[in-house]
């Protein structure tokens, strides 16, 4: 009986000593952080942890104040997104879940202490179970192997959902500036289209323009008053897009200022080697995708292990019946007798190979989403370039060649705001051009798992 108390001890120590681990105080968040950090170029918390009182509160508003302060940028929009989104600061706190479960995996079960009292003939008895659960004991360290996957699968996905918010916004931006820019455009065509109505109408009553030019004139107006209207209310729906990512409320919806423009087309594109294999290799879902098939294969070694063995109790016992008291132990094992464990199997191989078609699944989106991607990159770049090396510039030329000969009287104003009308639609489509390449190079960024910049597969 000394040795069975001796063993019990000892493994309980050894657990104890060997396998526990604690927590780490972030609720395993800057595990993540740091990844999402590197691939987008953003930090995504204040002083290396996630807000927990008032204090952090105050702190995370002053330097979201100090973003809102100048013209939003793409970047210090990602950056606030990544901030102050309150569905991410909850993906985030899965962490703390995912970290808690680990620890507790490490740790050994609490030892049962049962105690019994029986009377009856004048006699008095007592029982007393100390019991440990062996099968904790024995599964303990593959526990903590697979709730240790299990928080790296996490700590992956959570960084994942960084990413998508940071590229959801940076497309959101693009949106909202686009759609600023073509309603202030709007508006300057509408204004030029008021006076040409007004001038025909001048015309018309004057005699030198004919009714027919007049209504054409009124309904070349009333069209650029509706459009008008429609880029506000598209200006106002990508804005409000835009703040509900940025997780603003209050008066910093109306405090935070965009730019007049979006950014002029680079240079050149990127170059981009091997896509298919930067895809596969840096996508923060295929790296989850093939931890959580590993974490399935473990637990299927788990499942093989304990398959005959469900309930396995030792205990010390001591028993005391009138004046004598004896001692022993028990062991409590479920005998297979109608359950040998087949179905549990056949449901751990089942999950393991659907994790396995899973991630093959995975691998195939990704390399299709990064040649769609690029594909859309490349030619939304040769568009707008095109727009900007081609289609604008041979609109003004014509535009200042009009305007010579309608002051040489060798045009008529008919012709002249014709002409207005056309280069009018050639800078508007050369915005969403432009808005089609910024758009397209976030989509790339959101295929290849992380910024242009900083992903391996980029050449400048």
């Not at 393991?352 to 770049?381: G, I, K, P, T």
């Not at 568009?383 to 535009?399: C, E, G, T």
């Amino acid at each position: 009986m000394t040795s069975l108390y001796k063993f019990a001890s000892g493994a309980s120590l050894v657990l104890l000593l060997s396998g526990c681990a604690s927590l780490s105080g972030d609720a395993g968040f800057s595990a993540a952080a740091g990844i999402s950090e590197q691939r987008t170029g953003a930090r995504a918390s204040v002083e290396g942890r996630l807000p927990r009182n008032e204090d952090d509160a105050r702190a995370l508003a002053d330097v979201i104040n100090k973003k809102l302060a100048q013209p939003l940028a793409a970047d210090d929009a990602v950056q606030v997104a990544l901030l102050n989104n309150r569905g991410l600061q909850a993906s985030y706190w899965s962490l703390g879940v995912a970290e808690a479960d680990l620890v507790q995996a490490g740790r050994l079960q609490n030892p049962v202490f049962d105690f019994k009292r029986s009377h009856g003939g004048g006699e008095v008895g007592y029982e007393r179970t100390l019991t440990f659960n062996l099968v904790g004991l024995i599964t303990a360290p593959m526990a903590s192997r697979i709730e240790g996957r299990r928080f790296e699968q996490t700590k992956l996905l959570v960084a994942n959902e960084a990413l998508k918010v940071a590229a959801d916004t940076r497309r959101a931006w693009v949106d909202a500036v686009a759609a600023t820019q073509i309603a202030n455009y709007a508006m300057q065509v509408e204004a030029s289209a008021q006076a040409s109505a007004e001038l025909a109408e001048r015309m018309r009553k004057a005699g030198n323009w004919s009714s027919l030019d007049q209504a054409r004139e009124q309904a070349y107006h009333a069209q650029t008053v509706a459009e008008v209207t429609h880029a506000k209310k598209t200006a106002v729906a990508t804005r409000e897009k835009l703040t509900r990512l940025l997780g603003l409320s209050g008066e910093q919806t109306a405090k935070y200022r965009l730019p007049d423009h979006l950014p002029d087309l680079p240079a050149a594109p990127r170059e981009l080697v091997d896509i298919e294999q930067v895809a596969v290799t840096e996508r923060l879902d295929i790296q989850a995708a093939k931890v959580d098939a590993e974490q399935t294969a473990s637990t299927l070694g788990l499942t093989r292990t304990t398959r005959f063995i469900n309930v396995l109790d030792l205990g010390a016992v001591r028993n005391t019946e009138g004046g004598t008291a004896t001692r022993g132990y028990e062991i409590s094992l479920e005998i297979p007798l109608f359950d040998w464990g087949s179905a549990r199997m056949a449901r751990a191989e089942a999950t393991y190979m659907q994790s396995v078609n899973q991630l093959a699944q995975a691998a195939v989106v990704a390399r299709s989403e990064a040649r769609e991607s690029y594909a859309d990159y490349r030619s939304s770049y040769d568009l707008a370039r095109h727009y900007r090396d081609n289609v604008v510039p041979l609109r003004k030329q014509i535009s200042d060649q009009t305007l010579l000969r309608y002051n040489g009287m060798l045009m008529s104003v008919f012709e002249l705001l014709a002409d207005a009308r056309e280069q009018a639609t050639a800078v508007s489509g050369y915005i969403g051009a432009l808005k089609d390449y910024w758009t397209a190079e976030a989509n790339l960024e959101a295929a290849l798992g992380g910024r242009l910049s900083t992903n391996k597969g980029v050449q400048p």
